[in-house]
């Protein structure tokens, strides 16, 4: 089964637009770390920000932000305010703590475009 | 800064080539990682090592293996290049620790022919 799944390949947001993008999981481990990153057509990959199965706030990093819903296990990624240069691939990863021996599982992405 | 670095951008080989990928971490990162990005599929776990000479594999080793010397150098081969193997590779490091992010070169395309 898909440990991480995005279900949105592609997305467009108007310029200053927020944006969400859709990031669910599935693990039985009760401690479990969700981790965004972008990847630009550079090719590489930009850790944006990471969440904690206990951690007791949403995690925020600027203009992102991380909508966790635990009982519904998803960890959206937002971004207010968007920006051309946010263009890029977006991909979702989770590090289950107890079971998994630090590997990350990564889901296969989201590509958003931001339009001027 | 963090810096990741591999050897090639772009590699292209023939089939049954033995190819060489190189990947080397300058911040002392216990852990290392190679995957393969191919679109649609998203990033796939090849092996990753959590010390110098240990190794486990990932999701999909068949037909490479690792080599880890040396805390900053990981190494992906390919025994035998097969046309199924043209993909973009990425490195990542990051140190232990439950919150630690991971550190991505710039990743290599690599064809083979």
């Known amino acids: 089964a898909q440990k991480i799944t995005q279900t949105q390949p592609g997305m467009f947001v108007q310029e200053k637009e927020a944006v969400t993008l859709d990031c669910t999981y599935d693990?039985?481990?009760?401690?479990?770390?969700l981790f965004w990153y972008k990847q630009p057509s550079s090719g590489e990959m930009i850790f944006l920000i990471y969440?904690?199965?206990?951690?007791?706030q949403n995690a925020t990093e600027g203009r992102y932000s991380l909508n966790f819903q635990k009982a519904r296990k998803s960890a959206n990624l937002v971004i207010s305010a968007s920006q051309l240069g946010d263009s890029a691939m977006y991909f979702c990863?989770?590090?289950?703590?107890?079971?998994?021996?630090?590997?990350?599982?990564f889901g296969d992405g989201t590509t958003l475009t931001v339009k001027p | 800064d963090v810096k990741v670095t591999q050897s090639s951008r772009y590699l292209v080989k023939r089939t049954g080539e033995k190819v060489f990928l190189e990947c080397v971490q300058d911040?002392?990162?216990?852990?290392m990682f190679w995957y393969r990005q191919d679109p649609g599929l998203g990033l796939r776990l090849i092996y990753f090592?959590?010390?110098?000479?240990?190794?486990e594999k990932g999701d999909i080793p068949e037909g490479y293996s690792v080599s880890r010397e040396k805390k900053e150098r990981f190494s992906l081969i390919l025994e035998s290049a097969s046309t199924n193997q043209t993909s973009m590779y990425l490195c990542?490091?990051?140190?232990?620790?439950?919150?630690?992010?991971?550190?991505f070169g710039p990743g290599t395309r690599l064809t083979v022919t």
């Open positions: 969440q904690g199965s206990y951690d007791q």
């Open positions: 090592s959590y010390d110098v000479k240990m190794k």
């Open positions: 990863a989770m590090r289950e703590h107890n079971t998994n021996a630090g590997k990350s599982t």
């Open positions: 693990t039985s481990d009760p401690s479990y770390g």
């Open positions: 911040m002392d990162h216990e852990n």
């Open positions: 990542a490091s990051n140190s232990q620790g439950t919150r630690n992010e991971q550190y």
